[in-house]
T-cell receptor, first 112, second 112 residues
Framework: KQEVTQIPAALSVPEGENLVLNCSFT??????LQWFRQDPGKGLTSLLL?????REQTSGRLNASLDKSSGRSTLYIAASQPGDSATYLC???????????FGTGTKLQVIP | EAQVTQNPRYLITVTGKKLTVTCSQN?????MSWYRQDPGLGLRQIYY???????DKGDVPEGYKVSRKEKRNFPLILESPSPNQTSLYFC???????????FGSGTRLTVV
């Protein structure tokens, strides 16, 4: 059974810092990995999707990497801003069809 | 606008009273899925559907039913709700396997 872990559970950084969020998974036979952000009381917004054949994806200040063999993904956020404050979730698609497993998230607070 | 629409956004009901949470997408997506989100447990998949009339259980299907009679709609049915089904529910869809999910805004259900 796929298990997805995100460490740390919470992170507080001053504005302007570069930071890395971690996601690890137990079964390397994944189809893809997706990073989301969730604002309090809101739905999930997709940030980046990495296919199993890819090593990384970039969007603006965000860069996500994937190392399937070690079961790890990182989300790098450059020059953090208060608007980046949210919970960040990673989700892994594995198994035969749409079997998606989420991590429990990292709650990020960027302090002005 | 491409979106996944869930209704209602908020619902308070009593134990045992049947309810349906609707989910509709306007993107002609094949894949749809339901999740529940609980503190400390993250998002867990309830049911998913690969196409019309094709559905399968996720990690926590007990107490829920789904149907997929049309491509755009994927309702979640609670035949006899219980307090342990109090949760935040999300519907999601994707064009095909490996493309990544688009999420609805969520339905906060309280069963008393």
């Amino acid at each position: 059974k796929q298990e997805v872990t995100q460490i740390p559970a919470a992170l507080s950084v001053p504005e302007g810092e570069n930071l890395v969020l971690n996601c690890s998974f137990t079964d390397s036979a994944i189809y893809n990995l997706q990073w989301f952000r969730q604002d309090p009381g809101k739905g999930l917004t997709s940030l980046l999707l990495i296919q199993s054949s890819q090593r990384e994806q970039t969007s603006g200040r965000l860069n996500a990497s994937l190392d399937k063999s070690s079961g790890r993904s990182t989300l790098y956020i450059a020059a953090s801003q208060p608007g980046d404050s949210a919970t960040y979730l990673c989700a892994v698609l594995s198994g035969g069809y749409q079997k998606v497993t989420f991590g429990t998230g990292t709650k990020l607070q960027v302090i002005p | 606008e491409a979106q996944v629409t869930q209704n209602p956004r908020y619902l308070i009901t009593v134990t045992g009273k049947k309810l349906t949470v609707t989910c509709s997408q306007n993107m002609n997506h094949e894949y749809m899925s339901w999740y529940r989100q609980d503190p400390g447990l993250g998002l867990r998949q309830i049911y998913y559907s690969m196409n019309v009339e094709v559905t399968d259980k996720g990690d926590v299907p007990e107490g829920y039913k789904v149907s997929r009679k049309e491509k755009r709609n994927f309702p979640l049915i609670l035949e006899s709700p219980s307090p342990n089904q109090t949760s935040l529910y999300f519907c999601a869809s994707s064009y095909s396997k490996g493309v990544g999910y688009t999420f609805g805004s969520g339905t906060r259900l309280t069963v008393v």
